[in-house]
C-alpha cells in the first residue's frame, strides 16, 4: 500500500470516528442534568436503609457489593501477575554488596528528602487509617485508605531505602495480608448465604445513629477488608518493582 | 464561580494531558504525568466527587508515576 492511499484510509477512518463522536456528543444530556432515576432513588432511601452516611460507600459495598467484590479480585489477580511476571528467572542475581547498602555508585538520598518523608509517614498512616474505617461516615473508603496506606510504605522507602522496605514488609508477609483483605471481604459475603440470606445481604446490625462510626453493619467491615486488601496489593507491587531493579543478569560469583 | 473553576481546571487538565503527550524524555514525562494527575484530582474535587479525588491523588500522582519510574530505572539498567 502506497504512502497516500494509507493517508487516505486514515482520514476516511477519522473522518467516520469524528462524525460518530460529535453524533454522540449531540445525544449526551445537558450538563449536570442526571436523567436516570437511580442516583435520585439512592440520595433519599440509602442513609435510612444503611445509616451510612457515606453514601458512596454504601452504593460500593452494598447496592452494588456484588461489582466491588469483582473489582477486589481484579486487583488481586494484577499483583498475582506482577508477582509472577517478576519472579526471579534463572540467571538473574542480586547485585552483589547488596547487604552492606545500595551500590556505591548510586547517590545516596539526601538527607533532607529522607527527613522530610520520615515526617509524613506517621500522619500519613494515621490517615490511611482513619480513611479506611471512616468509609461509612465520609467520601472515603477502603480503596482510598489502602492506596493511602501503601504510601507510607513508599516514603519509607524513600527515607530509608529498600534495605528498610523489605524489613517492614517481606513478601510472604504481603501476600498472606493481601489475601486475608481479599478472602475477608468474600467471606463475608458467604456468611450471608450460611445464613440463608442473598450473597453480601447485610446482615450485622446497623447501629441506632446514622453516621456513627459503628453504624451500617457489613459497609464498614467490606470497606476495612478492602484497605488492607489494597494496601498490601501496592505495597507487594511496588516491592517486586523495587527488586526488580536490583537484579543484574550473569552467573552467581561471575 | 463553581462553573468557572471548573471550566479553568478542565482547561488546565487538556494543557497538561497535551503536555505529558508531547513531552519525549520518559522520565520528564513521568514528573509531568504526576503533576497531571495532581490536575486531575483537583478537578475531580471541583466536580464533587472527593472520594475519586482521593484515590487520584495517590494512584495518579504518586503510585504510578513511581512504578513507571522503577520500570525505567530497570529499563537503563539494561542498557548498560
Not at chain 2, 471548573?6 to 514528573?31: C, K, M
Amino acid at each position: 500500500m502506497s504512502a497516500s492511499t494509507r493517508r487516505w484510509l486514515f482520514l476516511a477512518g477519522m473522518a467516520g470516528l469524528a462524525a460518530f463522536y460529535l453524533w454522540g456528543l449531540v445525544g449526551l444530556p445537558g450538563f449536570g442534568h442526571y436523567p436516570g432515576p437511580y442516583g435520585l432513588i439512592i440520595n433519599k432511601i440509602a442513609v435510612a436503609q444503611t445509616n451510612a452516611t457515606g453514601v458512596v460507600s454504601a452504593v460500593n459495598f452494598e447496592y452494588r457489593g456484588f461489582d466491588t467484590v469483582g473489582e477486589e479480585f481484579i486487583l488481586f489477580m494484577a499483583a498475582a501477575g506482577v508477582s509472577v511476571v517478576l519472579r526471579h528467572l534463572r540467571g538473574e542475581r542480586e547485585r552483589p554488596g547488596l547487604e552492606q547498602g545500595i551500590g556505591a555508585d548510586e547517590p545516596s538520598t539526601s538527607d533532607a528528602v529522607a527527613q522530610a518523608a520520615l515526617v509524613f509517614v506517621g500522619p500519613v498512616l494515621v490517615l490511611g487509617w482513619w480513611l479506611a474505617s471512616h468509609a461509612q461516615t465520609s467520601p472515603s473508603g477502603g480503596f482510598q485508605g489502602g492506596v493511602v496506606l501503601a504510601t507510607a510504605f513508599i516514603l519509607i522507602y524513600l527515607s530509608g531505602g529498600l534495605l528498610t522496605f523489605r524489613r517492614i514488609s517481606p513478601v510472604a508477609l504481603t501476600d498472606a495480608v493481601e489475601a486475608v483483605g481479599a478472602g475477608g471481604f468474600a467471606a463475608i459475603g458467604l456468611a450471608a448465604v450460611l445464613m440463608g440470606l442473598p450473597y453480601l445481604d447485610n446482615y450485622l446490625p446497623l447501629g441506632i445513629k446514622p453516621g456513627a462510626v459503628s453504624s451500617s453493619g457489613t459497609i464498614a467491615l467490606i470497606s476495612f477488608f478492602v484497605g488492607v486488601e489494597v494496601a498490601a496489593a501496592l505495597i507487594l507491587m511496588v516491592g517486586e518493582m523495587l527488586e526488580q531493579t536490583l537484579l543484574v543478569q550473569g552467573e552467581a560469583g561471575s | 464561580m463553581t462553573a468557572s473553576l471548573q471550566l479553568v481546571l478542565l482547561v488546565l487538565v487538556a494543557v497538561g494531558a497535551t503536555g505529558v503527550v508531547l513531552i519525549r524524555s520518559p522520565v520528564r514525562q513521568v514528573v509531568a504525568l504526576s503533576v497531571y494527575g495532581l490536575l486531575l484530582a483537583v478537578l475531580f474535587l471541583a466536580f464533587q466527587a472527593p472520594d475519586v479525588t482521593l484515590s487520584e491523588l495517590t494512584v495518579g500522582a504518586v503510585v504510578l508515576p513511581i512504578l513507571l519510574l522503577l520500570a525505567l530505572a530497570k529499563v537503563r539498567e539494561r542498557d548498560k
